[in-house]
Nanobody
Framework: QVQLVESGGGLVQDGGSLRLSCTAS????????MGWFRQAPGKEREFVAA????????AQSDSLKGRFSISKDNADNTVYLQMNSLKPEDTAVYYC?????????????????WGQGTQVTVSS
């Protein structure tokens, strides 16, 4: 079984920054892609970013480029999402996910494991 645990969410003012973390445990992840998604109330789950386990390949939502970035630390099986210049419309539950494979993917249904989510609220 795979466990993904997100942390780092919270309340931040418009223009602020947060760094989310996702720690994976339960098996080896050398052939997994790690991704971040978000879901706002009443909206569909939206792709944010993904990274290969080696860290050499990434994919990112075009609308979030320049403000959000994904990175990872293989030493402790942790993936990070750095979020800068946050806006009220970034308010959502942010989910970490893991997908078998080598290439980052933006399609939620390709992900096999999901974390419980962490709430990010940006106040205006």
């Amino acid at each position: 079984q795979v466990q993904l645990v997100e942390s780092g969410g919270g309340l931040v003012q418009d223009g602020g920054s947060l760094r989310l973390s996702c720690t994976a445990s339960g098996r080896t992840f050398s052939s997994y892609v790690m991704g971040w998604f978000r879901q706002a109330p009443g909206k569909e789950r939206e792709f944010v970013a993904a990274i290969s386990w080696t860290g050499r390949s990434t994919a990112q939502s075009d609308s979030l480029k320049g403000r959000f970035s994904i990175s990872k630390d293989n030493a402790d099986n942790t993936v990070y999402l750095q979020m800068n210049s946050l806006k009220p419309e970034d308010t959502a539950v942010y989910y970490c996910a893991a997908a078998r494979g080598l290439r980052p993917t933006a399609t939620p249904k390709t992900y096999d494991y999901w974390g419980q989510g962490t709430q990010v609220t940006v106040s205006s």
